[in-house]
């Protein structure tokens, strides 16, 4: 799969989903990460998102997986910007890769070379609703500041030249 949005986070924005699709607004991390990284926990779903320092960021846990999966950027969004941030799934391979502006910037290899094992593969879907700028569709947590546009969601993973070809569209 592929998610893109351009996003543009307001002076003072904190962490943010752009595209949601689970149940809980927590990040439980694999055991081994340190407590200040573990944010709660949600059963299944996933979560595209901006963090609390401003660096991009996809989640997703299958029902009855440990842990969750998350792959994050070192670089920032800034604020009161527009970017263009996108992130791919290829199930065939397990693996995820995140581009801002069109560029890539990380992957489930950096993954593993940081946190020293490997992504669980996102393989069920989850009936959590679909959101866009929240998560929880009844509480309404990690709300949005700033603008989102031009969210895409498909069924396929797109290129690195399909993500910059979407981008300058």
Do not use: C
Request: net charge negative.
């Amino acid at each position: 799969f592929t998610i893109s949005a351009w996003v543009k986070r307001d002076v003072g924005a904190e962490k943010f989903d752009i595209v949601s699709k689970r149940n809980y607004f927590g990040e439980y991390l694999h055991p081994t990460d340190s407590l200040q990284d573990r944010e709660g926990n949600y059963t299944q779903g996933y979560a595209f998102r901006i963090n609390k320092t401003g660096q991009f960021r996809m989640v997703f846990k299958n029902l009855g997986d440990p842990y969750n999966s998350q792959l994050e950027t070192t670089q920032s969004i800034p604020l009161d910007e527009w970017h263009h941030i996108a992130a791919t799934y290829d199930f065939s391979e397990n693996k995820a890769i995140l581009y801002i502006d069109g560029i890539y910037v990380y992957d489930s290899d950096d993954f593993f070379n940081d946190k020293g094992y490997e992504i669980i593969p996102l393989t069920t879907d989850t009936d959590s609703h679909f959101l866009i700028g929240a998560a929880h569709h009844m509480k309404r947590q990690q709300k949005m500041r700033g603008s989102i546009d031009e969210v895409r969601v498909w069924n396929t993973t797109l290129s690195g030249d399909q993500i910059r070809y979407i981008m300058n569209l």
